[in-house]
């Protein structure tokens, strides 16, 4: 059995101070091997809590994650990840970064070389791969990120909102190269974003999360990744469908802010 | 005090002048700025400002030592030097009061001198010769050649026409003559406001002791001993402290057990200055050398632990979670991210412990040693050899400071990643 499975995922956090924050509350999700799901919903309703169980750096209160029928008790280099910024390695140049999985698998660079070379043609940094990565720009920076993921070929890529702090051009280059990514890799990719816009471009399948307790809010399933895959992005978001789907998800995200603003001044 | 005012006018001085003639030479992005007073960033050292502060204490450590580098003008007054005279007016039982002329030879000290010719003059009252170091004083017993002793009742009751009585005094051109309890005349030449050598010596007294030392050695060994044996004592203290002090800090920064363990110790003896533990390790370790070395291993174990501990804390869980997703092991966790993280912090805690160190092994050679830098000036002061005293503080100042620029190098050459995470 190929592909990610999410059982009954809760996530509690129990404060010092005697309270307790229900983070994710019965989650299951079923992602077939090279999905790519986008992740949206309000701040703070449990979407980096989410990625970091599947991530394996904590472990649910209640349920359990399934990757190609095993379960997950802790990382490992089959569930890559890439991090918003600051997840390099600025002691390395960038073309060791780029190979720190295989090396620390104890390959040889005669088998990796080649493999990560191409990585960085792929994402352009064919030029720079001597460079110290601080000397970088932030957009740089994050194609080293996903370059050096891919490098250690993970069956699942994880994405917490990996393009949230590059300026918006860069950010329509850095989709365009996730998509392409994603169609010549075939990878299972979990994207968090904070941007509807980017859920609806990258998702072929979309989730929206509701807060308080973090659970799934609604499901889509999008055509937009598939017609965006060597083509203009701007061309699909002119899509009739983009609009009013972009619409109706923005109204959902709006209302929920509203509930959680009413409730903390009910509170108050 | 005069020399705090100097001081002052020569800052306000040269700022001023500087301002004048130097119309904004900075011609960089911060040149532009229009909010400076307030913007740290703006503010830089002003080289002129540096240069002159330097030729300023050099200028007047030379003018108030009467230094040959700095030109006569600027001297300060010094103390007279040549012949001095007064006239004196003595009285005795049975004859009337008469008058005689005193010259007293004032000489810088180290020369030899004879009192100058005098011719005995008139009257019963003889003149007298005598001689005075210059920043002395001297007894003038006059009344010894006058032809009625002090068994005929000789006392003086003037100096340069002026009444003088036991106790009191008069001032001359020359100095001040002042009279004992018991009608003893004593002369004490003007000192003018230039320092005695022996309280402080001129520059190029400095240098040329410099100069014998490196060439001879002092109390058995070369300079070069006794800096290199100070220096050594630091190294291998540092080198100690820093070989049990890092892996205690990463332990420290990596398990619950040892940071139970060692944070009580650790906060304890961090606020203890390692110049408190001098007694204690010469009462367990004796004034040797294992004793130095101990004690500069303490006084580096602390900082080098405290310095791991924090490069470990400040490294970036989102690193070690991207290593961990790479499938790096524990191992090499703490290989490829750990330690290259706390590199940078290290450093910062090496230069700050070679600091200490460097400062310690002097206090501790004050106390006791037979070589080292702290030694040669402790020694020298019994003795007040003021110039050796000088000449080795600011050879230990120069060699703290060559230390820490090393250390700057060093860091440059080796973590250039620092503060760029
Ligand atoms: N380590 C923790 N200890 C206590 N509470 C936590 C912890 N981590 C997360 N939480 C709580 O869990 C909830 C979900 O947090 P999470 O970081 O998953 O939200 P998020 O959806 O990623 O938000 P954002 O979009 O702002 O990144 C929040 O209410 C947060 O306060
Ligand atoms: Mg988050």
Redesign the interface.
Known sequence: MTGLVLENLSMRFDLPNGTSVQALKDVSLDLAAGELLSVLGPSGCGKTTLLNIVAGFLAPTEGRVLLNGHAVTGPAAERGMVFQQGALFEWMDVRANVSFGPRMAGKRERDWGAHVDHLLDVVGLREFKEKAVYELSGGMQQRVALARCLANDPDVILMDEPLGALDALTREKMQSLVLKLWKETGKTIILITHSVEEALLLGERLLVMAPRPGRIHKEYRLPFADLGVGEDLRAVKKHPDFAATREEILGMIWNMEEEIMGRTEAAQ | MIVFLIYIAIFVASFLLVKLLVHRSTRDFTARKTVTFGDESAVRPNRVAGVVSVLTIFLLWGAFTGSKWVPGVLHAPGPFIGDATFTYTAEAEGVAPDDATVTIRVFPVGEEVTAPEVAPGEGWAKNDADTVGAWRSGLVRVDRNDDHGRDQGHRVVAVNGTPIAPGGEVMTAFGRVGMSPKGTLNFEPSKGLQMEPIWLPPPEAVLARLREIAREGYRDSTLWEHLGWSLFRVIAGFFFGALIGIPLGYAMGLSDWFRGWFDPIVEFMRPVPPLALIPLVIIWAGIGEPGKIILLFLAALWIMAIAARAGVSGV?I??V?????????KW?IMR??II??S?PDIFTGARVAMGVCWGTVVAAELVAAEKGAGMMIMVASKFQLTDIVIMGIILIGVIGFGIDILMRLAEKAL???KG??
């Open positions: 970036k989102s690193k979670h991207a290593a961990y997703s790479l499938g790096a092991s090499q490829h991210v290259p993280n590199l973590v250039p990643w760029r995470g």
